[in-house]
């Protein structure tokens, strides 16, 4: 999993505690259910989809805890981050190499605004002792940062 969050919480032999704020979602936290529950060695033994978790049991003496993590983890990534999941054998490569998610766009776009808004809001403070004119254009320059910020988090700020 390249720069993702394990969503293994836990693991002790004989359980796995599973938890992603991803799964907070309820269509992939009923995908992982449905997937969870159709592997053979492990049970599903408690589930809450309002914090993304679940706990999971299986026969340590049977499957390897090992193996019993590395099924789980392979089979939550496949539902958490289906764009990096390897194409199923019936499915063409093309759909596959499908465009990147959009949330990690958005996210992206974000940091940068982040860190536009930290280095204009620096050289505005700077440009105090220049000029007012420097200070009003480092200035003009934090509040179109700031614009672009606001507009990826638009539904968090207004909830």
């Known amino acids: 999993m390249t720069g993702r969050t ?3 919480a836990s693991a002790v032999p004989g359980r ?3 938890r992603h704020p991803l799964l907070r979602r309820t269509d992939r936290f009923q995908e992982a259910l449905g997937r969870l529950e159709a592997l053979d060695a492990v049970r599903v033994t408690e589930s809450n989809p309002a914090v993304g978790s679940f706990l999971l049991s299986y026969d340590s003496a049977a499957v390897a805890p090992d193996e019993a993590r590395s099924q789980v983890e392979t089979l939550l990534t496949a539902v958490l981050y289906p764009a990096e999941a390897p194409p199923q054998p019936d499915e063409p490569a093309s759909v596959a190499e499908s465009k990147p998610a959009a949330p990690e ?3 992206r776009i974000n940091r940068a605004a ?3 808004m930290m280095g204009s809001m620096a050289a505005a403070l700077a440009a105090l002792g220049v000029g007012k004119r420097v200070h009003a254009g480092f200035g003009t320059l934090f509040v179109a940062f700031m614009l672009v910020h606001m507009t990826v988090q638009r539904k ?3 909830q």
């Open 6 to 8: 394990s969503p293994i």
């Open 16 to 18: 796995i505690r599973v």
């Open 105 to 107: 766009l958005k996210w």
């Open 114 to 116: 982040k860190i536009g």
């Open 156 to 158: 968090r700020l207004f």
